[in-house]
């Protein structure tokens, strides 16, 4: 499996992130317990978006951990991205139901027409692709989706339409 490409956007998280991001973490610090580094970057995620390495390095400060730490924490676990999401985060399941009626040629259309990857984000920000499991549409597969846009039996032929509707 590829690693997704680095996108070459500087981190301009705000101050109002960082000051939230700090009163999450000494929260979940003084709660105490287990699991509060993946609780930490859950939030950290919910505040940014993704988490560039600026930010893992506040959880790695605030928990008194390495760097190193939480990175492997971020990386191990699907849940976390690295890497900023697109505006528009479209996901193509390849579940078993989805994949036996064509998906894995969608998905192969979407990365052909962004011209990206799985896990990537075009270079304007505007799409992201991921991978996706069943969602629970399995009598609309293949499905496509677009943020929270649902689209069910799509084929190749229409792949391009559907991103034109985002192209704004």
Not at 94 to 119: F, H, M, N, P, R
Not at 142 to 166: C, F, H, Q, R, W
């Amino acid at each position: 499996m590829r690693l997704a490409k680095k996108i070459d956007v500087p981190f301009n998280g705000t101050k109002e992130q960082e000051e939230c991001l700090k009163s999450e973490l000494a929260a979940l610090k003084e709660s105490g317990g287990e699991g509060l580094l993946i609780a930490a970057l859950q939030k950290a995620q919910e505040i940014y978006g993704y988490l560039p390495e600026a930010v893992q390095q506040m959880v790695a400060d605030a928990f008194d951990v390495s760097l190193a730490e939480v990175y492997g924490v971020a990386t191990f676990y699907a849940q976390f991205s690295l890497y900023p999401k697109g505006r528009y985060k479209v996901g193509v399941c390849l579940g078993t139901a989805c994949y036996v009626k064509g998906s894995g040629e969608v998905y192969q259309k979407v990365c052909d027409s962004l011209k990206i990857s799985g896990g990537e984000c075009t270079d304007d920000l505007k799409f992201s692709l991921d991978a996706t499991r069943c969602i629970g549409c399995c009598g609309l597969a293949p499905v496509m989706t677009v943020n929270d846009d649902v689209y069910g039996k799509v084929t190749v032929d229409e792949v391009e339409s559907i991103l034109a509707k985002y192209n704004d």
